[in-house]
């Protein structure tokens, strides 16, 4: 399972994907992110894009390995949260 650290940083960059665009208020962030606690309004219910493991399941693997998925997506959230 991928080590989410539920910082919220993807949640507050989503309109900045094409792929999460529709997500996204006005500001950019996540309409369903709960801005207080980071925590996900919809977490039950969250589209397929927020889904890392189901994502990589259904659209990468067979490009490339778990491990390899789950690095790309640490290191955009490091970039995201700017270390």
């Known amino acids: 399972m991928f080590p989410c650290q539920q910082c919220g940083a993807c949640c507050r960059a989503v ?6 665009r529709d997500l ?8 369903y992110l709960n801005r207080a606690t ?14 890392v493991d189901e994502y990589y399941d259904a659209h990468y693997r067979d490009i490339m390995s778990r491990a390899a998925y789950y690095e790309e997506n640490l290191r955009c959230c490091e970039l995201l949260r700017g270390k």
Do not use: M
């Open 38 to 51: 980071n925590l996900c309004t919809i977490y039950a219910e969250r589209p397929a894009i927020c889904r």
């Open 15 to 20: 309109g900045q994907s094409v792929f999460g």
């Open 24 to 31: 996204a208020d006005a500001d950019g962030v996540c309409k």
